[in-house]
């Protein structure tokens, strides 16, 4: 975004959207908002999601056969919405990326540090004070961890 006098509304805008989903009952809101703003803004959207392996590490191996399964799973959940954002003329790109691992350095590595998002989205998932004291959050980790303008979705 370009500090001059002679900026337009559209420079004031995002141009890269990045928006993390969780699987969770809230992600249909997020995509919504995400949408919305990528739209508002004729920005690229991109949409990410992390298959969690710790879960899966945590059974003493890493089945790479169930992978795909929850990639399509996920998929399938968001499918209508993601047709929707690509018919959308003011959406100039919809992209989504899923990958599998560990959730924070799987979104910062592959995701965030590849598309050099200006704006992340994200919900507030809600877990339980003592998830949160052994998990953390992700929402807190992407508002520590970007240099760019986060959202999170309540």
């Known amino acids: 975004m370009a500090d001059t006098a002679a ?3 559209e420079d004031l ?4 959207i990045f928006v993390s989903l969780d699987g969770s009952d809230q992600q249909d809101k997020v995509l ?6 990528a739209a508002n803004d004729n920005a690229e959207l991109y949409i990410g999601h992390v298959i969690d392996s710790t879960a899966l590490e945590a059974a003493g191996t890493f089945p790479v ?5 929850l990639e399509k799973a996920f998929r399938e959940s968001i499918d209508a919405k993601v047709h929707a954002a690509e018919a959308n003329p003011s959406i100039k790109k919809v992209e989504v990326i899923v ?3 560990r959730i924070r350095e799987t979104i910062k590595d592959e995701m965030l ?3 050099n998002p200006d704006l992340v989205i994200c919900g507030a998932r809600g877990l339980s004070s003592i998830k949160y004291a052994i998990l953390g959050s992700i929402s807190t980790f992407l508002t520590r961890n970007t240099e760019c303008d986060t959202l999170v979705i309540k």
């Open 7 to 9: 900026q337009t509304y």
């Open 13 to 16: 805008g995002y141009d890269r």
């Open 32 to 37: 919504d908002r995400a949408i919305l703003l």
């Open 65 to 69: 056969d169930v992978v795909p399964s």
């Open 99 to 101: 990958r599998a691992g």
């Open 113 to 115: 540090d590849v598309i």
